[in-house]
């Protein structure tokens, strides 16, 4: 069969076929290693490589699966990393923190080398494409899942990029190892409602990056330790959910001193990206 034929196939199956039927054509494109969406189209009359693997993989999707687990990887500012279920799929807002990150830290250090640590890092997109934009010494990556520090490792290697790896919980193994800091960057869990979360997200993401205790005890530990890891300044960059502003700037004011914040919407119109300047 042809790709075109089976693709014709696969769209008929769909429930949302308008809104699911680029996800076929990914599918598509990885089993015949075609490395561009627009690729399918030249390519469309060439026979399907291997259909029992986009069988296997198609129904996976029709079960809910994200695309990104079935074929392994994601792109991310132009950047490929790996994903798979132990770490997060990196979405849209994350790009948009990073480059709130990148246009800040340039106008804030200027062409100055400095030190990045990425804290909750899971697959490391945050970090290891803040390495590549900008002139890092040291990249230092942090989780509390080995699992994750796994895949974050990986992706480092991937793309080229040498890091610092800590398994352990926020900034705890940082402090321990000296680290100083010059742009911190942070995508701690903040999910506090898990009957918002879709279900695809419940049944394949791992929860222990998503939900957030009541108390965000994660984003008390991380303010605890950024005056420790300061290097002369530090300029901090974190994904937060819509709802937590209030929460967090108590946080901020109870837990921090010799700091200015504000908060950034992202392109949907919610608070999402948090600012920190320590000096």
């Given at each position: 069969?042809?790709?075109?034929?089976?693709?014709?196939?696969?769209?008929?199956?769909?429930?949302?076929?308008?809104?699911?039927?680029?996800?076929?054509?990914i599918l598509l494109c990885h089993n015949n290693d075609i490395k561009s969406m627009s690729g399918f189209f030249?390519?469309?009359?060439?026979?399907?490589?291997?259909?029992?693997?986009?069988?296997?993989?198609?129904?996976?999707?029709?079960?809910?699966?994200?695309?990104?687990?079935?074929?392994?990887?994601?792109?991310?500012?132009?950047?490929?990393?790996?994903?798979?279920?132990?770490?997060?799929?990196?979405?849209?807002?994350?790009?948009?923190?990073?480059?709130?990150?990148?246009?800040?830290?340039?106008?804030?250090?200027?062409?100055?080398?400095?030190?990045?640590?990425?804290?909750?890092?899971?697959?490391?997109?945050?970090?290891?494409?803040?390495?590549?934009?900008?002139?890092?010494?040291?990249?230092?990556?942090?989780?509390?899942?080995?699992?994750?520090?796994?895949?974050?490792?990986?992706?480092?290697?991937?793309?080229?990029?040498?890091?610092?790896?800590?398994?352990?919980?926020?900034?705890?193994?940082?402090?321990?190892?000296?680290?100083?800091?010059?742009?911190?960057?942070?995508?701690?869990?903040?999910?506090?409602?898990?009957?918002?979360?879709?279900?695809?997200?419940?049944?394949?993401?791992?929860?222990?990056?998503?939900?957030?205790?009541?108390?965000?005890?994660?984003?008390?530990?991380?303010?605890?330790?950024?005056?420790?890891?300061?290097?002369?300044?530090?300029?901090?960059?974190?994904?937060?959910?819509?709802?937590?502003?209030?929460?967090?700037?108590?946080?901020?004011?109870?837990?921090?001193?010799?700091?200015?914040?504000?908060?950034?919407?992202?392109?949907?119109?919610?608070?999402?990206?948090?600012?920190?300047?320590?000096?």
């Amino acid at each position: 069969m042809t790709l075109f034929e089976v693709y014709k196939d696969a769209v008929k199956k769909l429930k949302n076929p308008g809104a699911d039927e680029i996800s076929v054509r990914i599918l598509l494109c990885h089993n015949n290693d075609i490395k561009s969406m627009s690729g399918f189209f030249i390519h469309k009359d060439e026979n399907i490589k291997d259909l029992s693997k986009f069988t296997q993989e198609f129904d996976r999707f029709l079960k809910g699966e994200p695309i990104q687990y079935i074929i392994g990887e994601t792109e991310f500012l132009g950047l490929t990393f790996k994903v798979d279920k132990r770490v997060l799929i990196p979405r849209q807002e994350t790009e948009e923190v990073v480059t709130q990150a990148y246009l800040r830290a340039m106008q804030y250090f200027g062409d100055h080398v400095i030190n990045v640590a990425d804290v909750c890092c899971g697959s490391g997109v945050m970090g290891i494409t803040l390495a590549k934009k900008l002139k890092v010494r040291y990249l230092f990556m942090s989780d509390i899942s080995k699992d994750a520090i796994e895949v974050a490792k990986e992706n480092a290697k991937a793309n080229d990029v040498i890091g610092n790896f800590f398994v352990g919980n926020a900034c705890d193994e940082l402090v321990k190892a000296g680290a100083k800091v010059d742009l911190f960057v942070a995508n701690p869990p903040y999910i506090l409602n898990r009957e918002e979360v879709d279900i695809s997200v419940l049944e394949n993401e791992p929860h222990l990056a998503l939900f957030a205790d009541a108390e965000l005890s994660v984003y008390r530990d991380i303010f605890k330790a950024l005056p420790k890891l300061k290097n002369k300044k530090m300029l901090c960059v974190f994904e937060i959910g819509y709802d937590l502003k209030d929460k967090l700037v108590e946080l901020i004011k109870s837990t921090l001193k010799n700091v200015t914040f504000g908060f950034i919407k992202d392109i949907n119109g919610k608070e999402r990206i948090l600012i920190l300047e320590i000096r």
